[in-house]
């Protein structure tokens, strides 16, 4: 897998407000290009299908808002807080997000395309029929994370906490998942077909759907009294 990284003017626009500038792109059908945000509140802000390119965002945060149809190309958030921010039908394309706050964002129907999402809190964050394609989450709590019905393409996760994460209708096939936590996984049963996963994981999956592993009890096969049938 190879990731694009972003693409970032060295000289990007200083001192200007972030909300100024997104409301302004919001009225005036434009794009907002060459940012550096850093240490901004933005509250209460509804934009619809705003394109924003080439940004940085330090220290940002997003504070009830209705972001839908906005996206984001070539953009790097380091200690943002996007956390239940609306983003229906949103993207993220070759961004990276770092050491950030994505809890309860709601990015359904949305898209990520080459992104990095790393050592952020993706709890009980909403990536329903989300195209995920050449996406690495490292290190991301994704407990409680909605990733059903996505569209998973050349996509990872290492070392993340998907606990009781809900993957019903996502097909994880090809997919190294060794080294992630998966208690309490939500699935129907063939997500995960084709996956690789530790024996840890694996007895884990078992109990969740159900069976009971017992090595104890009866003789193995071609053992005891089996094996005394075809003698």
Do not use: W
Request: hydrophobic share 40%; with cysteine.
């Amino acid at each position: 897998m190879k990731r694009e990284k972003p693409q970032i003017n060295v000289k990007l626009k200083k001192g200007e407000s972030a909300l100024d500038v997104l409301v302004d792109a919001d009225v005036k059908r434009t794009v907002v290009y060459g940012y550096y945000f850093d240490d901004e509140t933005v509250q209460h802000l509804t934009i619809n299908g705003v394109e924003v390119s080439g940004c940085m965002f330090i220290n940002c945060r997003f504070q009830d808002c209705l972001f839908e149809g906005v996206s984001f190309l070539n953009c790097y958030f380091k200690n943002c807080d996007f956390s239940f921010m609306n983003m229906h039908q949103g993207s993220f394309t070759c961004c990276e997000i770092v050491e950030s706050k994505l809890t309860g964002l709601n990015l359904s129907f949305g898209v990520l395309n080459n992104v990095l999402i790393r050592t952020t809190s993706c709890r009980y964050v909403n990536f329903s029929e989300v195209k995920m394609t050449v996406v690495k989450f490292v290190s991301c709590d994704m407990t409680s994370a909605d990733v059903d019905k996505v569209r998973l393409k050349e996509s990872e996760f290492v070392q993340c906490n998907m606990t009781e994460m809900n993957i019903c209708g996502t097909s994880f096939e090809g997919m190294n998942l060794r080294g992630n936590r998966l208690d309490k996984l939500i699935f129907m049963g063939g997500e995960l077909q084709g996956a690789t996963v530790d024996s840890a994981q694996a007895i884990g999956l078992i109990r969740l759907m159900g069976i009971l592993v017992d090595d104890n009890g009866s003789p193995a096969y071609g053992q005891g009294a089996n094996r005394k049938r075809f003698e």
